[in-house]
T-cell receptor
Framework: GNSVTQMEGPVTLSEEAFLTINCTYTATGYPSLFWYVQYPGEGLQLLLKATKADDKGSNKGFEATYRKETTSFHLEKGSVQVSDSAVYFCALNNDMRFGAGTRLTVKP | DVKVTQSSRYLVKRTGEKVFLECVQDMDHENMFWYRQDPGLGLRLIYFSYDVKMKEKGDIPEGYSVSREKKERFSLILESASTNQTSMYLC??????????????FGQGTRLTVV
């Protein structure tokens, strides 16, 4: 069946550090891949998405590239800010399954 | 602005009570979903619905049921609440057609405590 595996957290970084959160997937067919973010006390919201192989999704300085050969969709940001502190979820939208989530804390 | 609204942010219920969690969306979406979110376990899909009066079991349906009488409303029912159902419950909706490529919109969540 379909599944998503995210790197385990929590992740703690200093402001302006480089961020990578790994995500790999197992799926039949050609799913779209998504990153959602959940800020404290809120529901999830879409951060970025990619709908086919080699697509790069980007938003708010975050990027992720759909790599079919490695079945991965790693989230990256070159310089994190305190306001990026949140929980990040990788997801397949062909059946609405989510990864376990990675909590990111950015310290000043 | 698109919106998914869950009826309560916080709820405290007693063991054995029948509990209704309501979710309403104003985007005319066909697809609606219920998840629970627990520390270390991420989001787990309880039930989903692709149309009115239609429902499908997710990964953890035991102890829950759902109702979809109208397109905009998807209710989660805890038939007899138990303490292990204390959790954050999230509702989401999305559109079909090329739904596999569309984003899901989430409500703010309902934090349910069963005592």
């Amino acid at each position: 069946g379909n599944s998503v595996t995210q790197m385990e957290g929590p992740v703690t970084l200093s402001e302006e550090a480089f961020l990578t959160i790994n995500c790999t997937y197992t799926a039949t067919g050609y799913p779209s891949l998504f990153w959602y973010v959940q800020y404290p006390g809120e529901g999830l919201q879409l951060l970025l998405k990619a709908t086919k192989a080699d697509d790069k999704g980007s938003n708010k300085g975050f990027e992720a590239t759909y790599r079919k050969e490695t079945t991965s969709f790693h989230l990256e940001k070159g310089s994190v800010q305190v306001s990026d502190s949140a929980v990040y979820f990788c997801a397949l939208n062909n059946d609405m399954r989510f990864g376990a989530g990675t909590r990111l804390t950015v310290k000043p | 602005d698109v919106k998914v609204t869950q009826s309560s942010r916080y709820l405290v219920k007693r063991t054995g009570e029948k509990v209704f969690l309501e979710c309403v969306q104003d985007m005319d979406h066909e697809n609606m979903f219920w998840y629970r979110q627990d520390p270390g376990l991420g989001l787990r899909l309880i039930y989903f619905s692709y149309d009115v009066k239609m429902k499908e079991k997710g990964d953890i349906p035991e102890g829950y049921s759902v109702s979809r009488e109208k397109k905009e409303r998807f209710s989660l029912i805890l038939e007899s609440a138990s303490t292990n159902q204390t959790s954050m419950y999230l509702c989401a909706s999305s559109s079909p057609g090329q739904a596999m490529n569309t984003e899901a919109f989430f409500g703010q969540g309902t934090r349910l405590t069963v005592v």
